[in-house]
């Protein structure tokens, strides 16, 4: 599944990702989820729910 978005930085003191909708229902995240991201040893971006 490939999606595409745009990197926005309204404010000048954080950029904005907007995950599509697609892939958060494949995912089966919900709106309040708790979300990181890491980066890989191949140095790639993952973005997973935060494990309490």
């Given at each position: 599944?490939?999606?595409?978005?745009?990197?926005?930085?309204?404010?000048?003191?954080?950029?904005?990702?907007?995950?599509?909708?697609?892939?958060?229902?494949?995912?089966?995240?919900?709106?309040?989820?708790?979300?990181?991201?890491?980066i890989?040893?191949?140095?790639?971006?993952?973005?997973?729910?935060?494990?309490?």
């Amino acid at each position: 599944m490939a999606n595409k978005t745009i990197l926005q930085y309204p404010n000048k003191k954080q950029f904005i990702v907007t995950v599509p909708k697609g892939l958060v229902l494949a995912k089966g995240w919900k709106r309040g989820d708790k979300l990181e991201f890491v980066i890989s040893n191949r140095g790639e971006i993952v973005m997973r729910r935060f494990q309490k």
